[in-house]
């Protein structure tokens, strides 16, 4: 699996204002991984994502916001693969 580096400011939160630890939790869970797999990815505990789902808006939607990425890279992916497919067959 493919994992991406958040950017990092001084206070060591990522630009969208999320802890790296955050950022790869949401990373993970927007991927499709369980909490328990997303635990372990990031780093953080189990109980600490689910009360940062619960409690911070931004790591919400933050998860919203890579999964919709994640969708469109693959639906672009999908798109170019027909596209190429119905030239071989036309």
Same mark, same amino acid.
Not at 49 to 55: D, N, P, Q, S
């Given at each position: 699996?493919?994992?991406?580096?958040?950017?990092?400011?001084?206070?060591?939160?990522?630009?969208?204002?999320?802890?790296?630890?955050?950022?790869?939790?949401?990373? @993970?869970? &927007?991927? #499709?991984?369980?909490? *328990?797999?997303? +635990? $372990?990815?990031?780093?953080?505990?189990?109980?600490?994502?689910?009360?940062?789902?619960?409690?911070?808006?931004?790591?919400?939607?933050?998860?919203?916001?890579?999964?919709?990425?994640?969708? @469109?890279? &693959?639906? #672009?992916?999908?798109? *170019?693969?027909? +596209? $190429?497919?119905?030239?071989?067959?036309?």
């Amino acid at each position: 699996m493919v994992t991406e580096r958040a950017e990092t400011g001084l206070n060591g939160l990522t630009c969208g204002g999320l802890t790296p630890k955050q950022e790869a939790a949401a990373f @993970a869970l &927007a991927a #499709g991984a369980t909490l *328990d797999e997303a +635990a $372990s990815q990031s780093g953080a505990g189990l109980t600490t994502i689910k009360t940062w789902g619960a409690t911070i808006p931004a790591f919400s939607r933050r998860v919203t916001e890579l999964r919709g990425e994640m969708t @469109a890279r &693959a639906l #672009g992916r999908l798109v *170019d693969s027909m +596209a $190429s497919a119905a030239e071989t067959l036309g």
